[in-house]
T-cell receptor, first 114, second 116 residues
Framework: AQSVTQLGSHVSVSEGALVLLRCNYS??????LFWYVQYPNQGLQLLLK??????LVKGINGFEAEFKKSETSFHLTKPSAHMSDAAEYFC????????????FGKGITLSVRP | EAQVTQNPRYLITVTGKKLTVTCSQN?????MSWYRQDPGLGLRQIYY???????DKGDVPEGYKVSRKEKRNFPLILESPSPNQTSLYFC???????????????FGSGTRLTVV
């Protein structure tokens, strides 16, 4: 079964600092990987996705992620954090079987300090 | 606008009183799914549907029912809600994976359910 692991539950950075949110996956086949963001009291918004094309994926709001097969990782980065980036971030892998469900990590809460 | 619409957004109910959370999508998607979100657990799949009249259990189906009589609608039914079903619920839809869909899901805005 496919799975993702997000280590840690909370990351705090200063405004303007690098954002790095880690995600490692487990999959026996080439995975489809996603990062979603959830702002307070809102639904899930797709940030970016990897579907076996370019390994460096650019998303919305200045975020990007790099697929590294050798490290089974798909870490999310942003060069300069903004206060509006404070939210919960979920990494997910899409099952390639009949039930193409998304399996989510437990999520990471990003706080941005002024 | 392409969207998944859930209703209600907030619901407080009492133990044992049957309730239905509605979900509708306007993208002609075959695949629909329900998730629940709990702190520290992320999102877990409750049920899914691959097309009209085709539904199956996800990871946490106990205490829930679904139906898919029309392509656009996928209601979630709690026949006898209990306090452990207090959670944030999301409906989602996607093009069918068998048709080469590689994208993520489109999620509804969520339903926050409290069972007292």
């Amino acid at each position: 079964a496919q799975s993702v692991t997000q280590l840690g539950s909370h990351v705090s950075v200063s405004e303007g600092a690098l954002v790095l949110l880690r995600c490692n996956y487990s999959s026996s086949v080439p995975p489809y990987l996603f990062w979603y963001v959830q702002y307070p009291n809102q639904g899930l918004q797709l940030l970016l996705k990897y579907t076996s094309a370019a390994t460096l994926v650019k998303g919305i709001n200045g975020f990007e992620a790099e697929f590294k097969k050798s490290e089974t990782s798909f870490h999310l980065t942003k060069p300069s954090a903004h206060m509006s980036d404070a939210a919960e971030y979920f990494c997910a892998v899409r099952n390639t079987g009949a039930n193409s469900k998304l399996t989510f990590g437990k999520g990471i809460t990003l706080s941005v300090r002024p | 606008e392409a969207q998944v619409t859930q209703n209600p957004r907030y619901l407080i109910t009492v133990t044992g009183k049957k309730l239905t959370v509605t979900c509708s999508q306007n993208m002609n998607h075959e695949y629909m799914s329900w998730y629940r979100q709990d702190p520290g657990l992320g999102l877990r799949q409750i049920y899914y549907s691959m097309n009209v009249e085709v539904t199956d259990k996800g990871d946490v189906p106990e205490g829930y029912k679904v139906s898919r009589k029309e392509k656009r609608n996928f209601p979630l039914i709690l026949e006898s809600p209990s306090p452990n079903q207090t959670s944030l619920y999301f409906c989602a839809s996607s093009a069918h994976p068998g048709q080469g869909a590689k994208g993520g899901y489109t999620f509804g805005s969520g339903t926050r359910l409290t069972v007292v």
